[in-house]
């Protein structure tokens, strides 16, 4: 039987960082040597794998839909070449990435797993190399066949992850769904929480566009009436509410906002600012301006799955209605209601 192959994009981030002046940064052509001096990586018991390192390399604070494009286009370039794929990414907006590539890569039938680390591969006690292996055995087994994030031994759907800790090695959790997976001395697969996916459709890529969204969070005397004028000529509007979806009613001034919002075509999406639970418009009186205002449950998304969903349906020749169906609905095992 012949070995199974991976392919790892290597997009920046700490796992491959190395310190400068300034602090940690990616340098171009330095990533290869340290795979090359971590020996698990040429057992024979590993897979074939090869390294693509992108150019530039990021610190993921600097990742934007143009990566994300460029992240799609090699899995699709290489789809029929790979059993599966490991992009290596920063932590910082692995969670967004990893959502973004799940809307993207329609009719997805491998393993792509985000990974990356805390600490350095040159560094000592770097969480790098396990996260490496593992998620490139993942990769290589045809087992999970959707976009997921590995890290510190737990296996998460990509847009169910959230960074959690930006000091601790157990740097991501999955607040609203089950692991897919958890690593002890064996691999323990929930098979039951996979996606459902059918090998004989084809992978087809959506491709992202520049999209004018904002995020708000909502706070104790906010004044909704300052966001006024940066709504115009927004395309999508994600509220971080309280709670169950509760925004503050003492005076129109969010309902000026959305109304605003509606007017120039802006899609007004309510995720809670609560790491664990969802949205239930209407519950409390608190809520039913946003109701009435015509905006939309993100039920229990996290914002950064809401934001890449909302970047992606903008992205394609859909009405105003559609995205709001679309954003409702239960595409890739985003959401539940
Ligand atoms: N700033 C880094 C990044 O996101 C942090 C990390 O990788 O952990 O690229």
């Excluded at 057992?43 to 839909?65: A, C, H």
């Excluded at 990356?116 to 087994?141: H, M, Y």
């Excluded at 120039?264 to 790491?275: D, E, K």
């Excluded at 809520?287 to 015509?294: E, F, H, P, R, Y």
């Amino acid at each position: 039987m012949s070995k199974k192959k991976v392919c790892i994009l290597y997009t920046g981030g700490t796992i491959g960082m190395i310190p400068t002046e300034n602090g940690f940064a990616p340098a171009p052509g330095t990533f290869a040597k340290e795979l090359a001096a971590i020996r698990d990586l040429s057992s024979p018991r590993m897979p074939d794998w090869d390294l693509v390192e992108f150019d530039p390399l990021l610190d993921s604070s600097n990742i934007t839909y143009k990566q994300w494009n460029q992240i799609a286009g090699a899995i699709e370039s290489r789809y029929d070449d790979y059993d599966g794929f490991v992009v290596l990414h920063g932590t910082d907006t692995m969670a967004y990435s990893a959502s973004a590539l799940s809307f993207m890569l329609e009719g997805l039938s491998k393993p792509v797993i985000f990974t990356g680390s805390q600490i350095p591969l040159c560094e000592l006690r770097s969480d790098g190399k396990d996260n490496l292996i593992t998620s490139v055995l993942i990769a290589a087994q045809d087992v999970v066949h959707e976009v997921c994030l590995y890290f510190s031994n737990e296996l998460l759907r990509g847009n169910r992850a959230t960074k959690y800790s930006s000091d601790r090695l157990i740097a991501f959790k999955s607040p609203n769904y089950t692991e897919l997976a958890k690593a002890g001395i064996d691999m323990r697969y929930r098979k039951r929480a996979f996606l459902e996916v059918d090998p004989d459709q084809p992978l087809t890529v959506r491709y992202l566009r520049d999209t004018r969204l904002a995020v708000i969070k909502v706070f104790p005397g906010i004044k909704f009436e300052l966001f006024t004028p940066i709504v115009n000529g927004m395309q999508g509007l994600i509220l971080e509410t309280f709670g169950s979806g509760n925004i503050p009613n003492y005076d129109k001034a969010l309902s000026n906002l959305i109304d605003e919002a509606s007017r120039t075509g802006a899609v007004v999406v309510v995720c809670t600012q609560c790491p664990q639970g969802a949205v239930r418009l209407g519950t409390y009186e608190a809520g039913s301006a946003l109701v009435n205002a015509g905006a939309v449950s993100g039920y229990n998304m996290t914002t950064e799955a809401a934001v890449a969903k909302l970047q992606y349906l903008l992205s394609q020749d859909l009405t105003r209605e559609q995205v709001i169906e679309l954003m409702e609905t239960d595409l890739r095992g985003e959401l539940d209601k």
